[in-house]
């Protein structure tokens, strides 16, 4: 069965620079949420959309925006990296009539220098 | 507001001892759906199962079962004959209705180690 696809899967970018996350959601689903996991850390919510609108919104940074394009696959643009942004980013996707079955990306891991 | 306590930060156990991960949520929410994941060392989490508010049966799965308790808030997970595989981040999470954007919230994850 297709699962859910990230890309890339690793990322190393210098301070100041900006990086773009990219999720492919399970085919049919419509609704994307991203998931910010620190070192040592459990992950943390930082977006969803359904049907190409944010639907929900948590502790994002506002040098982060995200989107979702009309083939329901979604981009997260990060700005002016810091240090304190390595992370493994993960994007989860699931379909709104059955919303607490999410399926989780094998995740994006950002190293920032 | 929702919240996930996993007290224990790391486990250690010799192999094919039990292993009992605790998980004691804050919901409030009537409706509300409880989840464990496993993190291995690759990093990729890993759904073990899925239980509603409604649904407080305890289930055998294999090696893994959980015990669900509304009373106490809890819902806990055990792995019998614990094996070196088994060692990785089990998080504990909760998820609200849908007025609430059904965004997971994670514990702070138990460490469990198995040693041969």
């Known amino acids: 069965a297709a699962g859910v696809i990230q890309s890339p899967r690793h990322l190393i970018k210098e301070k100041r620079e900006t990086a773009t996350l990219k999720c492919y959601p399970i085919?049919?689903?419509?609704?994307v949420y991203w998931y910010q996991q620190g070192p040592g850390q459990d992950p943390q919510f930082l977006i969803s959309?359904?049907?190409?609108?944010?639907?929900d919104k948590g502790s994002i940074p506002d040098r982060f925006s995200a989107q979702q394009f009309s083939d329901y696959h979604s981009e997260l643009n990060m700005s002016s990296l810091e240090l304190g942004d390595s992370a493994l980013y993960f994007c989860?996707?699931?379909?709104?009539?059955?919303?607490?079955?999410?399926?989780f990306g094998p995740g994006t891991r950002l190293t920032v220098l | 507001a929702q919240k996930v306590t996993q007290a224990q930060t790391e486990i250690s156990v010799v192999e094919k001892e039990d292993v009992t991960l605790d998980c004691v949520y804050e919901?409030?929410?009537?409706?509300?759906?409880l989840f464990w994941y496993k993190q291995p060392p690759s990093g990729e989490l890993v759904f073990l199962i899925r239980?509603?508010?409604?649904?407080?049966q305890n289930e055998i799965s294999g090696r893994y079962s959980w015990n669900f308790q509304k009373s106490t808030s809890s819902f806990n997970f055990t792995i019998t004959a614990s094996q070196v595989v088994d060692s990785a981040v089990y998080f504990c999470?909760?998820?609200?209705?849908?007025?609430?954007?059904?965004?997971?919230?994670f514990g702070a994850g138990t460490i469990l180690r198995v040693k041969s």
């Open positions: 989860a996707s699931s379909l709104n009539s059955i919303l607490n079955e999410q399926f």
């Open positions: 085919p049919r689903h419509d609704t």
């Open positions: 959309f359904y049907e190409k609108m944010q639907s």
């Open positions: 919901t409030r929410d009537t409706t509300y759906y």
């Open positions: 239980r509603n508010s409604f649904d407080e």
């Open positions: 999470a909760l998820s609200e209705g849908v007025e609430y954007g059904n965004k997971l919230v």
